[in-house]
């Protein structure tokens, strides 16, 4: 008859990995007696923690001052937080532009960065286009050529062109349809207004000039 104590392959392994579990679930770190979840407190100075932390930034020629969530993207902060709705979520996923803002001057799709990417930065948003109330040439020159239907893309059409007419500010000449085309090329329309947004592009650039 077989010896039932003596120790089976089986039972080697089972003994191994049961060995291992309780190893695993009662690992410690270096110095420290348990392994405690991390709270905002015990965070080095400069971190964030999972809970909202405060954001500090510039919005639309105004400092702001927000609590958000790490995780919190810019576009959510924007429109949740700051209720700054001019700024469209469509995609939400950096395909359509829809959500296109300036940071520091340069477009940015803000569904692709999160809130905490501009603490200490300069954001503009469609909202921030006008001058007290009076709409910039750009504007302007959109209604004049019909170049919005039904408004999804309009607000991140306006920003695209805008960081356009920016970098191209004090050259002395007026831009090319290439010009604009390349600046829009992200911008998704569904209504299809491409020629419009060109033109008006153009129409403003030459009133610059």
Sequence with gaps: MADRSALTR???????????????????????????????AA????????SPSRLSFELNGKAVQ?????RTTLLDALR?????????????????????????GV???????????????TVTTVEGLADDGHLTVLQRKFVEHDALQCGFCTSGMLMSCSALL????GRGSALS????????????????TYP??????????KERA
Excluded: W, Y
Aim: net charge negative.
């Design 166 to 169: 920016q970098r191209t500010a």
């Design 107 to 121: 477009q940015r799709n803000s569904c692709m960065m999160l809130a905490h990417d501009v603490e200490g930065r």
């Design 10 to 40: 089986r039972g080697l392994f089972r003994g191994i990995g049961s060995a291992t579990v309780v190893a695993s679930c009662t690992r410690t770190h270096p110095g420290t007696a348990t392994n405690t979840p991390s709270t905002d």
């Design 196 to 205: 419009h947004v060109i033109a008006a592009v153009l129409d403003a650039s």
């Design 66 to 70: 927000v609590d958000v969530e790490p």
């Design 80 to 104: 949740v937080d700051l209720d700054t709705t001019g700024t469209k979520k469509v995609c939400d996923r950096g395909a359509c532009s829809a959500c296109t803002v300036l940071v520091d």
């Design 177 to 192: 349809k290439e010009e604009v085309q390349d600046a829009i090329k992200g911008n998704l329309c569904r209504c299809g």
């Design 43 to 50: 965070l080095s100075p400069g971190e964030i923690g999972p």
